[in-house]
């Protein structure tokens, strides 16, 4: 893969790397001494949609912050902020709280290769949270608002021959706003967090052709062996034509083009499906053909799997994974990084978290109220993690609920929830080891639940909807049924609709282990105990409930949690990802015997 970095062009970058540290008292994990300031994240971070050229503008920064109510650009800058990670982080060299009545500022030159003439140049922002300007030569290139999603811009007109400067001008009211922003606070306490401001993903450019491929979405079938294909297009033309092959290990098994703008059907000859068990995955290439000429192409991927709700032999509603019930054991994985905080420290930190899942006998993570970066789900698709994704809650003001427990949401608030759960659809829309949508936690901004639903489902087909995990369930609303109990287990109540039922949270046993805590004192679980042998025993005593709940119809149980976040200490391993409390030859027997009582069902 050709990528440009600024290395060769340590004239325009800022100076002494050497500088950069991590800052703060609290624990890090071990990942984070393989962070280069020079370029952090390295990776590709588009695996779905991958092009040849690129350019990295992670690395250090300018950075200042000002009154949010002065608009003007910042007279000098306070100093340097490692890119991608939030200013509240240690990994940011900053490690600075920013308040609703601040503005976050950043700056970086860079210069465009002499190999790009010609092309459009995309600044692409893979995640900023929440409002951001966006400025290239001092000249407003475009706004967006969301923590969540990436966005990006053709900046072509706005560059310079040489040298180019950009501005990013961010604004977050954190918990003081009706955002989405999951369990982000001013002032973190217990199940609260410390609040991500800013740049927290990867930011980088892309030379593209004028009409150019956009994104793709697959709609696999594995009942008629087919694949829908839909492709976006910039500035289409009335000849212009888009060409999908599909490769199993190299070998060409399927191609069909059509005329921009229109589906592409492929037939899939034996598809070899996709499960946890045997996570295959074809390789795409998706090309733009104009007047018989290839002007544009991306590498893809994507994996024949089917999830529905259907009925067993005893007529019990399951979740089945390709017309079978595959009972789902999964943590509730928060994605927080004593160091990064949302942003992991590397990829092989992603990787570290989802091999430990796999190892334990778990083959389910619920994403909790956060996305994550498009390599984190590329990695459940390789390594076969099935994944519940919420959506990050927001406006959660406990005045204003209606008698079924709704929040009632201002227009402004409703339509942004909904852009951004869109957004996030769209985004991670081709991941097979997504599975299922949950719009709403625990109450949590929840609103409008069955209209939220049906949306959703209408949007999203391929997938399930848990329109409310834990607390306000409306009857036939969504796919599931999902209760939170702790510790637990238990089952939702049988409504006798068409719904599965799931343990959407349980578990939540703490223990904290000296020296590998966020703070020393007042760590918390929702049962302690005092060390690793009386919390593994309580965990199987949890586990060894399971079994008469699934042959009374649990499809599913997501415990609480995979790691500690700050003073949460419930975590199958430590917040600093060194300890690994729960993990032990009983445990992951105990984990792999419920399988075996799913295949019976």
């Not at 050709?2 to 991590?22: E, N």
């Not at 950075?63 to 003007?72: E, F, G, K």
């Not at 939540?508 to 593994?536: C, M």
């Amino acid at each position: 893969m050709k990528i440009y970095t600024f290395i060769a062009l340590l004239w325009l970058a800022i100076p002494s790397f050497a500088q950069w540290h991590p800052v703060g008292h609290h624990v890090m994990t071990d990942f984070a001494q393989q962070v280069n300031p020079q370029l952090p994240w390295p990776e590709y971070p588009r695996p779905q949609m991958e092009r040849k050229a690129w350019m990295n503008l992670n690395g250090l920064w300018h950075y200042a912050l000002t009154d949010v109510l002065d608009d003007r650009f910042p007279p000098h800058w306070d100093g340097q902020i490692l890119v991608p990670f939030a200013i509240e982080s240690a990994l940011s060299g900053v490690g600075k709280n920013v308040r609703a009545d601040q503005a976050l500022w950043y700056e970086k030159k860079f210069m465009i290769p002499a190999s790009w003439k010609n092309k459009h140049i995309l600044l692409h922002f893979d995640a900023v949270d929440w409002q951001a300007e966006v400025y290239v030569n001092r000249q407003l290139v475009g706004t967006h608002e969301g923590g969540y999603d990436a966005f990006s811009f053709d900046i072509t007109s706005y560059l310079k021959p040489d040298s180019n400067e950009l501005m990013v001008r961010v604004w977050d009211p954190t918990d003081a706003g009706y955002q989405p922003r999951g369990k982000q606070v001013e002032h973190p306490e217990g199940i609260w967090y410390t609040a991500v401001t800013g740049i927290w993903q990867t930011v980088w450019l892309e030379p593209v052709p004028e009409t150019h491929i956009v994104s793709l979405k697959y709609f696999p079938d594995i009942d008629r062996k087919i694949c829908d294909v839909e492709t976006q297009l910039s500035h289409i033309h009335a000849n212009d034509r888009v060409r999908v092959i599909v490769y199993d290990r190299g070998k060409e098994i399927a191609h069909a083009e059509a005329v921009a703008g229109e589906n592409i059907r492929l037939q899939i000859p034996s598809p070899h499906l996709w499960s946890p068990d045997d996570p295959f995955l074809y390789d795409v290439t998706v090309q733009l053909w104009q007047n018989g000429k290839q002007t544009d192409e991306v590498h893809s991927y994507m994996g024949m799997r089917q999830i529905s709700v259907e009925r067993d032999a005893a007529g019990i509603p399951r979740i089945m994974l390709n017309h079978h019930f595959l009972f789902q054991l999964g943590f509730l994985d928060q994605g927080w990084w004593p160091d990064g905080l949302y942003t992991p420290p590397t990829d092989s930190a992603i990787r570290f978290d989802l091999y430990q899942v796999k190892a334990f006998g778990y083959n389910l993570l619920r994403k909790h109220v956060k996305v994550e970066p498009q390599r984190w789900y590329y990695w459940c698709d390789k390594l076969g993690i099935l994944v519940w994704q919420d959506m990050p809650s927001g406006d959660l003001n406990e005045q204003r609920r209606n008698d079924h427990g709704e929040i009632i949401r201002s227009a402004q608030s409703a339509l942004d929830f909904q852009e951004e759960l869109k957004a996030m659809i769209d985004q991670h829309f081709n991941h097979p080891s997504i599975i299922m949508w949950v719009p709403f936690n625990e109450g949590w901004g929840q609103f409008q639940t069955i209209a939220i639903d049906n949306w959703v489902k209408k949007y999203d087909p391929t997938r399930l909807v848990d329109g409310a995990s834990g607390w306000f369930d409306f009857a036939g609303a969504g796919d599931v049924e999902d209760m939170h109990k702790y510790p637990g287990p238990g089952i939702p109540e049988d409504k006798h609709d068409h719904r599965a039922r799931v343990l959407g949270e349980y578990g939540g046993l703490g223990l904290p282990i000296e020296g590998h805590t966020w703070q020393p004192k007042q760590n918390w679980g929702y049962v302690s105990f005092p060390d690793t042998n009386a919390l593994r025993k309580a965990y199987i005593d949890l586990i060894n409930q399971l079994p008469d709940l699934i042959r009374q119809g649990l499809c599913a149980a997501v415990y609480t949690q995979l790691t500690d976040v700050e003073v949460e200490v419930n975590g199958f391993m430590t917040y600093d990802r060194k300890i690994l409390k729960l993990m032990s030859p009983e445990t992951v027997k105990a984990n792999h015997s419920l399988y075996e009582v799913s295949i019976r069902e």
